[in-house]
């Protein structure tokens, strides 16, 4: 895949920054000359206890935190770069994935680009842009790829990639042969890919799931599953193909193809991943679930803020976009992205609040659409609505 390199880098400062406090940024009327700030009726409510308890401190996120250990904010994690148009005209970024030591990442501006994380003289670690490859203007909703392998399962440094666009094409680059070109057939965006068995899997917003077997040279659609609701989601099991969208989660018999059931949920479902042989999904309307294998639900967690007001605890709306495991000093958690720009870590299997934090206090549009784990590190990336993308670090976690 050839392309141009681009992509306008911001540096976040090392030492420094506004400390974590545990309110909203302050909007409404504010006082004149002379005043000491905003009207006491528009300040927002404090935090319940629990949710200042697990927030991470601003100041150590982007710098030093000049309280140190006196600190009552957590330091669990840094932000170690930003790349605040990573895609073009603030194009938000649909999909993260790596390969070897190279990120490549989707964005609504109908491009993919790829990143290198480049240690700096100073000991810091920035993304560097290296390639644009463009998808005919249509953004990329998903992106997978999977490496051609040797009769003894080792990866031979081939592969295929494939993009997922808005259009309800699949595109696909060929990196043994150089060959591009693009599968027909679904009718709107194509949010989720996989391979199963050496077969490509896509899903899609017109509602169907469809296979791909390989065959001269290109890929054939073999069968096509009728979901009955917009697909955002898709994730692949020992047994099972998990199924979510508008309508809930469908599960689909690997074996046979055939639909085994569904479960219904209030709100769209917007991620799952698989985790010990059970179901984990997160829900526009902010909620955690946890299925077993018979979609019976085993733990859930709403992951909305809470405030106090009046001496009443209040729920503060909000949306979940995005969902990664983690592995966190040694321990398996979970990464769920916000539409208030907030990221929140979790315990496996407990779902215990680990920690939270904004990802950008003042931008608009800084919604968290995508969190990815950089896997056999402790580093993860996030990308927003607003086409930012970030690198962050794990620090040591008690």
Not at 93 to 118: E, P, Q, Y
Request: aromatic share 6%.
């Amino acid at each position: 895949m050839g392309g141009s390199r681009g992509g306008n880098i911001k540096h976040r400062p090392r030492g420094g920054g506004t400390h974590g406090r545990g309110r909203v940024p302050l909007r409404g009327p504010v006082r004149g000359k002379g005043s000491r700030g905003p009207v006491k009726e528009d300040r927002p409510p404090p935090l319940c206890d629990e949710d200042v308890s697990t927030m991470a401190c601003r100041a150590f996120m982007t710098g030093d935190c000049p309280r140190g250990g006196d600190c009552r904010y957590l330091h669990y994690v840094k932000r170690l770069h930003e790349v605040v148009d990573a895609h073009s005209d603030g194009k938000c970024i649909n999909d993260v994935i790596l390969i070897g030591d190279t990120l490549f990442t989707g964005g609504s501006d109908g491009k993919l680009r790829t990143w290198k994380a480049v240690p700096t003289p100073a000991g810091h670690i920035e993304l560097t842009p290296d390639l644009i490859v463009d998808t005919d203007g249509q953004p990329v909703m998903s992106v997978h790829f999977e490496p051609t392998r040797d009769e003894a399962g080792n990866m031979t440094g081939g592969g295929v990639m494939f993009c997922g666009l808005e259009d309800g094409r699949v595109r696909v680059f060929d990196k043994t042969t150089g060959a591009q070109f693009d599968l027909l057939g679904h009718a709107k965006a194509v949010h989720s890919l996989g391979v199963l068995q050496g077969i490509l899997v896509t899903s899609s917003w017109d509602g169907t799931v469809r296979l791909w077997t390989p065959k001269e040279g290109t890929y054939q659609n073999t069968h096509t599953i009728e979901i009955g609701y917009p697909v955002k989601c898709m994730t692949i099991a020992e047994q099972t193909m998990w199924i979510g969208g508008v309508g809930g989660i469908t599960g689909i018999s690997i074996m046979d193809l055939t639909i085994q059931g569904r479960i219904d949920t209030q709100s769209p479902v917007m991620k799952m991943l698989i985790y010990e042989n059970h179901v984990v999904a997160i829900t526009l309307d902010g909620k955690l679930f946890v299925f077993d294998p018979n979609g019976n639900e085993t733990a859930s967690m709403d992951c909305a803020l809470n405030y106090v007001h009046n001496g009443d605890k209040l729920r503060k709306p909000c949306c979940n976009s995005c969902l990664d495991g983690v592995v966190i000093n040694g321990k398996a958690a979970l990464l769920v992205g916000q539409m208030n720009g907030s990221v929140r870590a979790y315990t496996l299997p407990t779902l215990k609040p680990l920690v939270w934090w904004q990802t950008a206090m003042q931008r608009k549009n800084a919604d968290v659409r995508i969190v990815k784990s950089l896997v056999n590190t402790n580093l993860f990336v996030t990308g927003c609505a607003d086409g930012s993308l970030s690198l962050w670090q794990w620090q040591n976690i008690g």
